[in-house]
């Protein structure tokens, strides 16, 4: 095999181009004792840059580089795009094509335009749900001072309260009822019950919770209010009275009208909000010589009511004219022909719920009445049983001498469309005011508040 030559040695950094080591004027080689170690290094006055330098160098030579303005760190992470608008996308021939708006933006107008519209339609429930939420102003977020029972006549009536309109979710808004107590068992007389004639004073406590539970169940029954029949008042008096009351159930008229003794509304006309109902009134009892004792009672009842399905339309029909009562007349008690339309007691109309902020009403009955406990030993009396000395109501907010048995009081929501009441004819009185006894003309006039 022959032997490789050698090849020619390459000229190495340092040298001659002959390949021979430089050498000083001396003829000496000048890197003879040159040590390269760290401190040569480090002293160097001219370095080499690197190689990504030189490059970008001559790069920027001919395109010098631009500065984009902020400058970010590598842990930022990629940058973010604000306010970035997407190419307007091109067809296959690079045609721009038309942009389409997302799915969800034409049933989104649709919806809130419809919103819009029902908004302006029922501009009064917005602002009722908007006071409601918010809390309204300063005077509807304080709290409802309560009122306490009272023994005896008021000498002056409730103060004005900002008027508002009654919701169902808000029956008792701008009512000065809304403080008074809702249940009868926290009145009692001015004086504790002593003995009186020939009833001791625990007799006569027993004659006071009779009456205030016979009141209980004539005026404060849910199922009563709601146009129900009264078993439970019924059952509490004498036989000749109830038969006069079952009379008048059966054929109301204006002679025999059951509301002389029951407050009661005709849910096809007006329904009761709630089962909770406020009241305001005394008691007093007084001793009648030999004859037994008298229990004085002056109430008015608060209810608070919403349409039935029938409301707008009874409020349209034409009232028809009746001959008004002769003055001083008493409220009436007995029984008299039906000459009114006979409805089944008891018989509800069933309604769907309606609404939170439905408009409202609100009737308020006045009752006044004397119950007499007579001497068993020299009376024929049947015991535990309710007599009636003197019995007078007085109804605001309801229809004039309807005579079929119910309350039909009128509704702010129809008063544009309400037919005129021909029977309406008295002066306007306070409904509040408890300074006075009702008018004893049974004229029907109309209400300043309710």
């Not at 490789?4 to 080689?29: F, H, I, N, Q």
């Not at 808004?173 to 809702?182: L, N, Q, R, V, Y």
């Not at 029984?335 to 719920?353: C, E, N, S």
């Not at 005129?420 to 003309?441: E, I, K, R, V």
Request: net charge negative; glycine share 8%.
């Amino acid at each position: 095999m022959p032997i490789a030559e050698d090849p020619e040695p390459r000229p190495s950094e340092g040298r001659e181009p002959d390949g021979t080591a430089p050498s000083g004027p001396d003829g000496k080689d000048p890197f003879a004792d040159l040590v390269l170690d760290e401190e040569f290094v480090q002293g160097a006055s001219v370095k080499e840059q690197a190689g990504r330098t030189r490059m970008l160098a001559a790069q920027w030579k001919h395109t010098p580089p631009v500065d984009p303005g902020g400058r970010r760190s590598v842990n930022d992470g990629p940058p973010k795009k604000r306010f970035a608008r997407k190419g307007q996308p091109v067809d296959a021939f690079g045609n721009p094509r038309p942009r389409r708006s997302p799915e969800w933006r034409t049933p989104l107008f649709v919806v809130l335009a419809v919103a819009l519209v029902l908004a302006a339609l029922n501009i009064d429930g917005l602002r009722n749900w908007y006071e409601e939420r918010t809390g309204g102003d300063s005077a509807s977020a304080a709290p409802v001072e309560q009122v306490a029972p009272a023994t005896a006549p008021p000498t002056t009536a409730p103060p004005q309260v900002d008027p508002k309109q009654p919701t169902v979710d808000r029956p008792w808004a701008g009512s000065p009822a809304e403080g008074w107590p809702t249940s009868i068992t926290v009145f009692e007389p001015k004086e504790p019950p002593a003995a009186t004639g020939v009833f001791t004073a625990q007799q006569v406590a027993a004659q006071v919770a009779l009456v205030k539970e016979y009141l209980a169940a004539t005026n404060l029954d849910p199922k009563v209010v709601a146009g129900g029949r009264p078993e439970a008042a019924l059952a509490m008096l004498d036989s000749e009275t109830r038969q006069d009351a079952e009379k008048a159930l059966a054929g109301p008229s204006q002679e025999s009208d059951p509301t002389s003794w029951f407050s009661r509304f005709d849910a096809r006309d007006a329904i009761p909000v709630g089962d909770t109902y406020r009241l305001q009134g005394w008691i007093t009892v007084e001793g009648d010589g030999k004859r037994g004792v008298l229990v004085h009672t002056d109430f008015t009842f608060v209810y608070p009511v919403r349409p039935g399905p029938d409301a707008a339309k009874r409020a349209m029909a034409p009232k028809p004219s009746r001959p008004p009562r002769p003055s001083g007349a008493p409220a009436p008690t007995g029984p008299g022909a039906g000459d009114g339309a006979v409805k089944p007691v008891g018989l509800l109309t069933p309604v769907d719920d309606v609404a939170g902020d439905t408009w409202t009403a609100r009737t308020l009955v006045r009752r006044i009445a004397t119950f007499r406990f007579y001497d068993p030993a020299k009376y024929e009396v049947e015991r535990g049983k309710i007599y009636f000395e003197s019995n007078r109501s007085d109804v605001a907010n309801s229809e004039c001498d309807a005579g079929d048995g119910y309350y039909h009081p009128q509704f702010d929501q129809f008063a544009a469309a309400q037919a005129p009441d021909p029977n309406q004819s008295g002066p306007t009185s306070d409904p509040y005011d408890l300074t006075q006894p009702p008018d004893p003309s049974d004229v029907c006039g109309t209400v300043s508040r309710s």
